[in-house]
């Protein structure tokens, strides 16, 4: 065999590639090693961003101390880190963490609080750690941050009437807007549809401001519907109820058209998808839909459920799933529960009585839906007794109110699990014309209870200012047991000032509204000027570690003017509260317009403080 074929088997039998085989005598060529991969030694961030905080500076991977403040109702935040590596790895406040996504919500204390994210190279031995010294403000730091008109403002429009908020989108409704347009931000220049309704859809941007996103009418729209009534937001869907809607149709995506069932009510579900944009999903009614009923006058959304109220509704049955054709008890209201399924379906899951069906009751004055609980306010109902699953059948005192708490088990079933009443029922008070349900606490609002008490948990037998309001706190423990927590009054108790007719509750943090008189404008003002009337006020509790409920603000309008109802509604989510005022006349538009002009009577407008 010559030298050349010789060499070439070499080459061959070697099994390893090189550039060239052979050389001087036909030798094989040196064998090339590929170098070993490089190890990382990059432990720096791309990216770093703490929601509800402002960082004192744009974030840079060389710099690592960072400053910035909370607001008070910032009590929790996430942080976001991005490596620039993607090979290393990530704690934040010593927890594990993943490039890009949110941490767990990591707590605030008031004043400093350090957060530390450490990047770990690929060497697992090069580390580097960022800083955030975090300044939460206390209570007396809440300002008003935006004051928000409808784009079409008109007078006796009612804007702020309901409004929802969840996270940066904000639904406020206008229960007598008046334009002829129906569906997706339609043509809003003709005010010739009395009292149609509307909703509003705002958006907060990456700059903290709030952006008119879209306006939505109701498809049927039609006059006096009053769409809006109620409004209820959770992630990208919303539920907006129209109680004097007249359709006679039952059931999901019926015939709008057939108007014989006088103020029967409805609801419209709207989504909106990835991109912003909004669409009606569904039309709902009753599956006993009857004139009257009102049924939407409030709603309830937890995720893929919904809650609605027809407290007029007639229907004499006791329970869940009765009969619902006997119309034996008018007024004595109902309850319905939907359930929407993957493809976005909805179907009705239940229909909801109290245990005591009580002809002008009218169960669902109020709802709150938390989960698999739901709270159901009947204001007038009057039964004598107090406290948790007392006697029901002493129907001696008029509009006394109760309020029910329903479960939802794993199979979809609905029961009864509570009765509630108030620690001092009386005639008249009302007992759940307000609900507000978190997880395993609900607040029920009495805005005509009469103690003359003031602040948490005073005397509450003293019944010398008739109309003041309460609230009352209840909490559940881990067997489903409800106990009262507090006896909430208001820190300037007055006749007439209902207190307690609108809550909010977001897990410790606690709103309620009042017709309150005073003169004061913005955080802590004068609350004994009372030359305001109906001003309206706003009272923001906080719930400390062992349970007691703690007065931290007084809140009123920037622009106080008598009878412009600031907290005719309330919501609260994150680091915001929203505050409708939905009788203030200013004829401004839009977002950060004049307040000051009052040349639209009863428009109303919406503040967010935070």
């Known amino acids: 065999m010559n030298g050349m074929i010789r060499a070439a088997l070499a080459c ?26 490089q190890i990382s030694t990059d432990a720096s961030l791309a990216e770093l961003d703490a929601s509800a905080i402002s960082l004192d500076q744009v974030f840079q991977g060389s710099v690592y101390d960072y400053s910035g403040t909370a607001p008070y109702l910032g009590r929790m935040t996430t942080v976001t880190a991005t490596v620039n590596d993607p090979n290393a790895s990530l704690q934040i406040n010593g927890a594990t963490g993943v490039s890009g996504e949110p941490s767990e919500p990591i ?70 807007e008046d334009s002829t347009a129906s569906g997706i931000n339609g043509d809003w220049s003709d005010d010739s549809a009395a009292n149609t309704g509307a909703v509003y859809i705002l958006n907060r941007d990456e700059t903290n401001t709030w952006v008119q996103e879209s306006n939505l009418k109701a498809s049927n729209a039609d006059i006096f519907d009053e769409f809006g009534v109620s409004v209820a937001l959770s992630g990208n869907t919303l539920a907006v109820g129209a109680f004097r809607e007249d359709s006679a149709t039952t059931g999901i995506n019926g015939d709008q058209t057939d108007n014989s069932a006088i103020d029967a009510g409805a609801v419209y579900i709207f989504t909106r998808d990835a991109t912003g944009l909004w669409s009606q999903q569904a ?20 995720g893929d459920t919904l809650a609605v109220a027809a407290h007029m509704e007639d229907g004499s049955a006791t329970g869940i799933n009765g009969d619902e054709t006997n119309n034996g008890s008018p007024n004595s209201g109902a309850v319905y529960v939907f359930t929407r399924d993957e493809a976005g379906s909805w ?22 839906l938390s989960g698999n609980s739901l709270a159901v306010g009947a204001a007038k109902e009057s039964s004598k007794s107090t406290g948790i699953d007392g006697n029901q059948t002493n129907n001696s005192w008029s509009a006394a109110g109760a309020v029910y708490m329903f479960t939802r088990d794993d199979l979809g079933v609905w029961s009864q699990q509570a009765y509630l009443k108030a620690s001092n029922t009386n005639s008249g008070d009302e007992f759940g014309a307000a609900v507000a349900l978190s997880a395993n606490t609900l607040v ?67 709103a309620i509204s009042a017709y309150d008189d005073s003169s004061g404008t913005g955080t802590d003002g004068n609350d004994a000027n009372n030359s305001a009337q109906s001003a309206g006020a706003v009272y923001l509790y906080e719930r400390d570690g062992i349970g007691n409920w703690i007065q931290r603000a007084y809140l009123k309008a920037s622009n106080t003017e008598p009878g412009d109802s600031f907290g005719g509604s309330v919501g609260l989510d994150g680091y915001s509260l929203v505050v409708g005022a939905q009788l203030e006349d200013s004829s401004a538009t839009g977002v950060a317009g004049d307040a000051t002009s009052n040349d639209a009577v009863d428009s109303g407008a919406v503040y967010i403080i935070h």
């Not at 030798?27 to 991969?37: D, E, F, G, K």
């Not at 049924?295 to 959304?301: H, I, K």
């Open 107 to 176: 707590e605030l204390d008031f004043g400093s609080n350090l957060i530390t994210v450490t990047v770990t190279a690929e060497d697992t031995v090069t580390s580097e750690t960022y800083s955030i010294d975090v300044d939460r403000l206390a209570a007396n730091a809440l300002a008003h941050q935006a004051y928000i008109k409808a784009p079409n403002t008109g007078a006796g429009d009612r804007f702020g009437d309901a409004v929802a908020l969840s996270g940066d989108l904000l639904a406020v409704a206008a229960t007598e």
């Open 444 to 510: 029920v609002g009495a805005p005509r209870e009469d103690s003359a008490a003031r602040g948490v948990d005073g005397f509450e037998a003293d019944n010398k200012a008739l109309n003041a309001g309460s609230a009352y706190v209840f909490v559940r423990d881990p067997a489903g047991a409800w106990s009262q927590q507090s006896y909430i009054k208001a820190s300037n108790t007055d006749s007439q000032d209902q207190f307690g007719h609108s809550m909010t509750l977001d897990g410790n943090f606690l």
């Open 283 to 302: 039309f709902i009614k009753a599956s006993n839909t009857d004139a009257t009923d009102e049924f939407g006058v409030s709603v309830a959304l937890s």
């Open 347 to 368: 179907s009705q899951q239940a229909y909801l009585k109290a245990s005591n069906t009580g002809a002008g009751d009218q169960f669902g004055t109020s709802i709150a």
């Open 12 to 37: 061959l039998f070697t099994g390893i590639l090189v550039t060239a085989c052979g050389g001087d005598g036909g030798a094989p060529a040196p064998i090339v090693t590929p170098p070993a991969p």
